[in-house]
């Protein structure tokens, strides 16, 4: 596998769901990271998965990316 795994960030809250993200380096050194939402108040329901759309030169610029996506899913809720 030409990927290396970064440490996942710590989740935060957001309207009462919480935002994990898990950012991850390519072999051509760019930032993918992907996210993960669970409603904080129904700790049982399917978490919703995504991930920010294209790849970034920077792991911040990644999360950013991933962060505004989840909190546009969210706002839709």
Not at 68 to 73: I, P, T, W
């Amino acid at each position: 596998m030409n990927e290396n795994p970064a440490e996942p960030s710590a989740p935060f809250d957001y309207k009462r769901h919480h935002i994990a993200l898990a950012s991850r380096q390519q072999a051509d050194h760019t930032w993918v990271c992907e996210y993960v939402i669970s409603e904080g108040e129904n700790p049982q329901a399917v978490p919703t998965t995504g991930q920010a759309d294209g790849s970034f030169p920077s792991r911040e610029a990644a999360e950013l990316a991933a962060v505004q996506k989840a909190k546009a899913l969210i706002d839709l809720y």
